[in-house]
C-alpha cells in the first residue's frame, strides 16, 4: 500500500519515511567503502590510489543517474499527490523505456572515453592501468546501477522508503564477499572490486523490482501505458534531465579538484581518497533528507498542500542540521583515525593529506544541509531552472575556488573550494525557495 505523505503531523511523518532513506544511503556508501577498504589493506597504497583518482569519474556518472532518476521519481510523485491512478502507471511505463534508452547511451560512450578521459584526470602512470580497470569495469555495469536508482526512486515516489533498503542490506553483504572471492582467491585486482560492485547492484536493482511489482499493482503496466509516450517522455524530461545534469556539472568541479590532486602525486591521492570517502558519509545522510523531502513535497505539490509544504521544509531542516552537526564533531574528532581503514600502516604524508581535507570541509555540514533540502524543494515544486542555476554557481565557485585557493594555499585550497562552492548555491537557493513558497502559501507568508 503506498504512503500517503500529505497526511499527519510532518516531522514524524517525515523522520519515519527519512530514516529508511539514510540506511540505504549509508548501505550504498558501504558498497564504495568495503571495495577502497579491502582494496587498500589487501592490495596497498598505490591500488587504492588507483581506485580514488577514477572515483570522480564514476561519482559523475552515478550523480547524472541519481538526478535523471530522481526527476522522474518527481513526476510519478506529483501524480501520485493528485491521485491520478492512470498518470502513474504512465509515468512508470515512461521511466523504464527512457532508462533503457540512458543506459545504452552511457555504456556506449564510457567504454569509448575512459582512456581520454584518464589521461585527461593526469593519472599517475605507476597506477594507470589498475585506474583503467576498475574504471572500465563499473561504467560497463552502468545498467544495475540505473535501474537500482529508477526502482528506488519510484518506490520512494509511491510512499516506500523501506524496500530498497532491504534489499541494499543484502547486496551489500554479498558485496564484501564478492569483493573477498574475486580480489584473493580469484586474484582479478582492483576490476575484482569493481565486478562485485556491479554484481552486487544488480541483484539489488532485480529484486526490489520484483518486490515493487508484487506490493504494487499500478507497477503492472502495459503497452497501453506508452500509448502518449511521446508527450510523457517529454515531460519527465523536461523535469529529470536538467536534475541529471544539474549533478553531474557539480561533478566537473570535482574533476578539477581530482586533476588537482592527482598532479601531487600517489600519497597525495592515497590521503584524498580516504578523506573523502569518510566525507561522503556525512553527504550522503544529508543527501538523504534532501531525497525524503523531495518526495513529501512532491506528493503535496500535486495534491495542493502549500501549507504542509512550508511545514515539512522546516521540519525537514531541524532533522538535517541536528544531524549534520553530529557529523561534524564525530569526523573531526576521529579523523586521525579513518586512513588506517583504508591504508595498512600509513605514513604521516598520507595521514597529514586525510586531515587536511577534513579540517577544511567538515566544518560546513551545516550550509550542505541547508544546500540538499532547499534545492530538493524547489525541484519537486516543479521549478528546475533555479536549482541548476545554482548548480552554475557550484561549479564556477569550485573551480575557481580550486585554481585561485591552490596558488595560495596548495593542498589545502583545494579542499576549501568544496564549502565554497556550497555557500555559494545556498545563497541562491534560501532567497528563491521563501519565495516560492510565499506566493503559493500567502496565508503564511
Request: charged share 10%; proline share 3%; hydrophobic share 50%.
Amino acid at each position: 500500500m503506498m504512503q500517503d505523505l500529505t497526511k499527519g503531523r510532518p516531522f514524524p511523518t517525515l523522520l519515519k519515511f527519512t530514516l529508511p532513506v539514510i540506511g540505504g544511503n549509508l548501505f550504498q556508501l558501504f558498497y564504495t567503502l568495503a571495495d577502497t577498504m579491502i582494496v587498500g589493506q589487501t592490495l596497498g597504497a598505490d591500488a587504492l590510489a588507483a581506485v580514488g583518482s577514477t572515483s570522480i569519474i564514476v561519482y559523475f556518472v552515478l550523480c547524472f543517474i541519481q538526478g535523471i532518476t530522481s526527476g522522474f521519481g518527481i513526476c510519478l510523485g506529483q501524480r501520485c499527490g493528485a491521485g491520478d491512478e492512470k498518470g502513474m502507471r504512465q509515468s512508470i511505463a515512461v521511466s523504464f523505456v527512457l532508462s533503457v534508452i540512458f543506459t545504452v547511451i552511457v555504456t556506449i560512450l564510457c567504454a569509448l572515453l575512459s582512456h581520454p578521459i584518464l589521461r585527461f584526470m593526469q593519472t599517475p602512470e605507476s597506477i594507470y592501468d589498475m585506474a583503467y580497470d576498475y574504471m572500465f569495469a563499473v561504467l560497463l555495469g552502468t545498467g544495475a546501477t540505473v535501474f537500482y536508482n529508477l526502482i528506488s526512486n519510484i518506490l520512494r515516489a509511491l510512499g516506500d522508503s523501506r524496500t530498497p533498503l532491504y534489499f541494499l542490506v543484502f547486496s551489500s553483504l554479498l558485496n564484501i564477499v564478492l569483493d573477498f572471492v574475486f580480489i584473493l582467491p580469484l586474484g582479478m585486482g582492483v576490476a575484482g572490486a569493481a565486478w562485485a560492485t556491479v554484481l552486487s547492484q544488480l541483484l539489488s536493482a532485480i529484486f526490489c523490482i520484483a518486490a515493487g511489482w508484487r506490493k504494487f499493482p499500478v507497477m503492472h503496466v502495459c503497452a497501453a501505458d506508452l500509448r502518449d509516450f511521446s508527450h510523457q517522455a517529454q515531460s519527465h524530461l523536461k523535469v529529470g534531465f536538467p536534475m541529471g545534469f544539474q549533478m553531474s556539472v557539480m561533478c566537473i568541479g570535482q574533476l578539477a579538484m581530482q586533476a588537482g590532486v592527482n598532479a601531487l602525486g600517489a600519497d597525495a591521492v592515497a590521503g584524498y581518497t580516504a578523506a573523502t570517502k569518510i566525507d561522503q558519509l556525512s553527504v550522503l545522510v544529508d543527501q538523504a533528507f534532501g531525497i525524503a523531502i523531495s518526495s513529501y513535497v512532491a506528493q503535496n505539490f500535486g495534491a495542493g498542500r502549500y501549507d504542509r509544504i512550508r511545514q515539512g521544509v522546516r521540519a525537514s531542516l531541524l532533522q538535517t542540521e541536528a544531524v549534520s552537526l553530529a557529523m561534524c564533531v564525530f569526523i573531526l574528532l576521529f579523523r586521525n583515525s579513518f586512513v588506517s581503514l583504508f591504508v595498512n600502516h600509513p605514513t604521516e604524508v598520507i595521514t597529514g593529506y586525510n586531515n587536511g581535507y577534513l579540517l577544511s570541509v567538515a566544518p560546513f555540514y551545516l550550509v550542505l544541509g541547508l544546500l540538499n533540502v532547499y534545492r530538493s524543494s524547489i525541484q519537486s515544486m516543479g521549478n528546475a531552472v533555479v536549482p541548476f542555476a545554482a548548480c552554475i554557481i557550484e561549479l564556477v565557485m569550485r573551480i575557481f575556488g580550486t585554481m585561485g585557493l591552490s596558488l595560495l594555499l596548495g593542498y589545502i585550497g583545494i579542499c576549501l573550494a568544496t564549502p565554497l562552492a556550497w555557500i555559494g548555491a545556498v545563497c541562491l537557493l534560501i532567497v528563491v525557495y521563501y519565495r516560492l513558497i510565499g506566493k503559493l502559501d500567502p496565508v503564511k507568508g
